[in-house]
């Protein structure tokens, strides 16, 4: 069982930065693949980010791709999301995922995929 918390989430004005970050516990990250999602009010939760159990392989949504970067620090038992140059529609709760797997260059794109979810933390773009 793994439990993940989101944190660094907060209200920034177009073209500002943050970094979320995903804490584990209970058990090591090194045999999960990360994944990051969110949800705007009204609509679904989507895929934003995913990187492979190894941290070799990484995958973004076209929508962030070139602005957010994910990592992980397996010593820390933590991932991230880097998010720059934020617009008004990455408004959002964005969550972190986790899901077990033996192949160590895998990522996965789809929410029924993911084996445990973080409760999810806010994240407001000003214009």
């Known amino acids: 069982q793994v439990q993940l918390a989101e944190s660094g989430g907060g209200l920034v004005q177009a073209g500002g930065s943050l970094r979320l970050s995903c804490a584990a516990s209970?058990?090591?990250?090194?045999?999960?693949?990360m994944g990051w999602f969110r949800q705007a009010p009204g609509k679904e939760r989507e895929f934003v980010a995913a990187?492979?159990?190894?941290?070799?392989?990484?995958y973004y949504a076209m929508s962030v791709k070139g602005r957010f970067t994910i990592a992980r620090d397996n010593a820390k038992n933590t991932a991230y999301l880097q998010m720059n140059n934020l617009k008004p529609e990455d408004t959002a709760v964005y969550y972190c995922?986790?899901?077990?797997?033996?192949?160590?260059?895998?990522?996965?794109?789809?929410?029924?995929?993911?084996?445990?979810w973080g409760q999810g933390t806010q994240v407001t773009v000003s214009s």
């Open positions: 995922a986790a899901k077990s797997t033996g192949y160590s260059s895998h990522y996965y794109t789809g929410l029924n995929e993911y084996d445990y």
């Open positions: 209970g058990r090591t990250l090194t045999t999960y693949t």
């Open positions: 990187m492979s159990r190894s941290g070799g392989t990484t």
